[in-house]
């Protein structure tokens, strides 16, 4: 699996032979984007169309905050 901005993850190594398949349909595409204070964070954000291999598909961009996350008590 590829995630955009950290490179591609091997599932298999990761959890094992069983959570892999051969084949499988995409039914959406989801770009993770920089967390800016201005974002978009609501929960029903517009579905874009993406084109991947000639193909129209839902995208949804969803901002986060990279980094470690620090609590406070």
Not at 21 to 49: G, K, N, Y
């Amino acid at each position: 699996m590829e995630i955009r901005g950290l490179g591609v993850i091997d599932i298999e190594a990761l959890y094992g032979t069983l959570a892999t398949l051969d084949e499988r349909q995409i039914d959406l595409v989801v770009e993770l984007t920089e967390w800016t204070d201005d974002a978009d964070r609501s929960r029903h954000r517009p579905r874009r169309p993406h084109a991947l291999l000639d193909v129209s598909l839902p995208l949804v961009r969803i901002p986060v905050h990279g980094g470690p996350q620090r609590w406070r008590c």
